[in-house]
Nanobody, 126 residues
């Protein structure tokens, strides 16, 4: 059973930055994909960024150029560096991991991700 824990959420002003961290351990996948997803009040969950075992990344159009996903294997941690934050980035952010490194354009749905954290809240004020 994998354990996924997110850290780093908070309240900041528009234009500022935050870095989210996701500690993930206990999974037994040789290859995997890990990603960040978010859900704003009254909206569906959406994919933000994803990275696989080999470092291949993908981003939602809404965050491309502002957010960067990275991982530190030695620390078993996935990061999401968020810059130039906007009020519309306000949401609960979740980290998830799934088996296999392959993903396609539907990764943003989060379908097939096996383990999810409980989320960390990000609030951006204008």
């Amino acid at each position: 059973e994998a354990t996924i824990m997110e850290f780093g959420g908070g309240s900041v002003q528009a234009g500022e930055s935050l870095r989210l961290s996701c500690l993930a351990y206990g999974y037994t996948y040789n290859t995997y994909r890990m990603g960040w997803f978010r859900q704003a009040p009254g909206k569906q969950r959406e994919g933000v960024a994803i990275m696989n075992t080999f470092g291949r990344t993908a981003y939602a159009d809404s965050v491309t150029g502002r957010f960067t996903i990275s991982k530190d294997n030695a620390k078993a941690t996935l990061y999401l560096e968020m810059n130039s934050l906007k009020p519309e980035d306000t949401a609960m952010y979740y980290c998830a991991i799934g088996p296999g490194a392959t993903y396609n354009g539907s990764w943003t749905t989060g379908n097939g991700m096996a383990y999810w954290g409980k989320g960390t809240l990000v609030t951006i004020s204008s």
